[in-house]
């Protein structure tokens, strides 16, 4: 009689490929397992969990890779992680110590402890002796991000999807701080310079101004860094024409500042701001791992509030420093649930714990890794999301050209293409269409039962 398998194994296994959103292969998911299992046995487990129906499984022999099921994703993901928010779609699978991080920040404000600014969570850092992210995490977010071209000059990645990236990352990061452009109507402003109609000026600022603060970032590779220059000049970019005080973009604040939906409360004396500031920088240049770096400087430039506002739109795009400068994937913050990251940032502000924090910033660089890197050998099996309604977006994107709707007009024929049981799936359909009708051209419009005819006549009205 064969004995039963482990429990253990099992779940194990299921920890390990729930780090991998778009799927992994058995080496990979060897690396990320919790306990030591030897090929052969990971393999029957696997093949246990395939037959199950907790993983799939694409392509074949030492091609093949794992994903979790949906169900399997709605229970358990990652090593400890757990779909949170009951069921929430818009959350991301986090791990026990984050889920107690989110829970706090729940909390309403009244009952939580209001707390300042302490410099020991600073001090405390050693670089490249503490580190925030595990060595594991960093090799594995590392194998992820490298550059298909091997070593090349600062920025080589980032220039050769530069017109994707800025898109990317202008509309993610605007999105993340409650901007209600689409993407296609923040292509547009980029492209075209044309602002969305019923849309508040201080958005397409917003969004201009990320464009302005990447092409810096990009086309200053060789001579940004973890410096004042660079960090001063990014918020000047990033505020131009959105402080009260114009004098203000650039320089380090010199008044108190308040933040809303939080009781923390930041420095309030400005020698001591200067001092920490310096003190971030010269942390961040001083520590040799690019994804410590990164996330170093978005847990500590926010919780400082160096400036009047635009504190976390700095600490995003200044994350990116160090991967532009080793030519690894850009973080673009693709599909980041906001109510997420700001959670993340408030358990810094609040209880200097980064725990969910973390979670975030590694779903959100390998999601970004996915997006980019060339050389994946898979992306695994197809998104759900695409799967579940992939009749409705095939039928929504050939109605956009056959009758020849322009960017504007296809953005809000797209909103009103269905009714959804929630925001988030509202949101998700909008992003999808709207990636699809970017990606359109005479290769593919086959799949949308549309004839070169109908696509020549449509795509001059769409540009």
């Known amino acids: 009689m064969s ?7 099992l779940q194990a296994v299921l920890q390990a490929v729930g780090h991998f959103m778009e799927g992994a292969a058995i080496e990979e998911i060897e690396g990320a397992l919790p306990i030591k299992l ?41 090593p400890g992680l757990t779909e949170l928010g009951g069921g929430d779609t818009s959350y991301i699978p986090i791990s026990a110590e984050a889920e107690v991080i989110r829970q706090a920040m729940r909390r309403p404000l009244h009952e939580r402890h209001p707390v300042g600014y302490n410099r020991r969570f600073l001090d405390a850092y050693r670089p490249n002796h503490t580190f925030y992210l595990p060595a594991d995490t960093r090799q594995r977010l590392a194998d992820r991000g490298r550059s298909p071209d091997g070593e090349r000059s600062a920025g080589t990645f980032a220039r050769q999807i530069f017109d994707r990236l800025l898109i990317d990352l202008s509309w993610n990061s605007s999105r993340l701080e409650g901007n209600t452009y689409s993407l296609l109507e ?9 602002a969305a109609e019923g849309k508040d000026a201080r958005e ?36 131009d024409n959105l402080l009260a005080d114009p004098k203000a973009c650039g320089r380090l604040r010199a ?5 809303s939906g939080t009781v923390y409360h930041p420095l309030e004396v400005p020698q001591l701001i200067e001092e920490c500031f310096r003190q971030i920088l010269d942390t961040a240049a001083a520590i040799e791992d690019p994804f410590e770096q990164a996330f170093f400087v978005m847990v500590h430039m926010p919780y400082l509030q160096p400036f009047e506002d635009v504190n976390k739109r700095v600490s995003r795009l200044a994350a990116n420093l160090p991967f532009i400068h080793k030519n690894l994937c850009p973080l673009s913050f693709v599909d980041v649930p906001e109510r997420a990251y700001v959670d993340g940032i408030l358990g810094v502000y609040e209880l200097n714990r980064i725990e969910l924090l973390h979670d975030v910033f590694v779903w959100a660089y390998e999601r970004s890794s996915a997006r980019y890197a060339a050389v994946r050998q898979s992306l695994g099996e197809p998104d759900p999301f695409r799967l579940r309604y992939r009749a409705l977006i095939l039928t929504t994107v050939a109605k956009i050209v056959r009758s020849g709707l322009g960017k504007q007009a296809a953005s809000t024929f797209i909103r009103g293409a269905a009714t959804w049981d929630s925001p988030a799936n509202g949101a998700r359909f909008v992003e999808v269409v ?30």
Not at 38 to 49: E, F, I, K, S, V
């Open 3 to 9: 004995r039963p398998v482990p429990q253990d194994d």
């Open 38 to 78: 030897p090929r052969r046995t990971l393999q029957r487990r696997l093949a246990q969990l395939v037959q199950q129906g907790s993983l799939t499984i694409s392509g074949r022999s030492r091609g093949s890779r794992y994903q979790l099921s949906n169900v399997a994703a709605a229970s358990q993901v990652g």
């Open 434 to 463: 709207e990636t699809e009708l970017m990606a359109l051209h005479e290769g593919n419009i086959a799949r949308y039962r549309l004839r070169p005819s109908e696509f020549a006549a449509w795509i001059n009205q769409w540009h």
């Open 255 to 259: 008044i108190p500042v308040g933040i």
């Open 186 to 194: 923040t292509e547009r402003l980029l492209a075209l310079g044309e």
């Open 204 to 239: 397409a600022q917003m969004i201009l101004n990320h464009k302005a603060a990447i092409e810096f970032l990009v086309e200053s590779a060789d001579e940004v860094g973890f410096n004042p220059y660079t960090v001063l000049n990014l918020h000047a970019l990033l505020s």
